[in-house]
């Protein structure tokens, strides 16, 4: 009895130790159906799927792999919430490694609103400012910058944005900060 509860104590020590085991993945995360890798086919069936292939706006350029092909390195789609963007990696057989979600918070409250929606859906985040969900090492003060991350930020007039990457010494800003623009530039509809 005295070596199971020997054995109980050093497992639990091992977990405590290793971080809470309800931790978020964000490479397991999606956001309103689509993830990280998806590829371009399986992003459009999904925006067929959701009604939303009327809506998205394909930003195409020359592929650098390939010379009579076109790549598609940015999706935006404007959704009744906000402006949905998704980053694709480069070359034709380009996969999803950023989903940025810029929602209109406009309304008297909705950013508190959007946030404790936020939360409620991911948990307690590994970081506060701003707030991050990530595979953070153990005793490591924030996410790691090549580590897959879900992030919850403020944007400019009242949006609220939510970004998963994969994680990268770039990041996602340039797609955040066009997102949240395309929300604060276009009226509610």
Known sequence: ???????????????????????????SVDILGFRLGMSLAEVRAGLAAQ???GRAHEQGMACPDATDTRCVPVIRIRTKDGVLTLRM????????DAIVY??????????????AAV???FGRP????PMAWCRQPMGAPSCPPDGPRLTFAPGPDRTSVL????GSAGGPSDAS?????DVAGNSRK
């Open 89 to 96: 990696t480069s070359g034709t057989t380009g996969a999803v």
């Open 51 to 53: 009604g939303l292939a």
């Open 1 to 27: 009895m005295h070596r199971l509860k020997s054995w109980g104590l050093a497992l639990g020590i091992i977990l405590a130790a290793s971080g809470p085991v309800w931790a978020l993945n964000p490479a």
């Open 119 to 121: 939360t409620e859906r």
């Open 126 to 129: 590994d970081s506060l400012h």
């Open 177 to 181: 900060a066009a997102a949240a623009s």
């Open 102 to 115: 810029a929602l209109d918070g406009r309304g008297a409250g909705e950013p508190a609103m959007i946030s």
């Open 163 to 166: 970004t998963l990457s994969r």
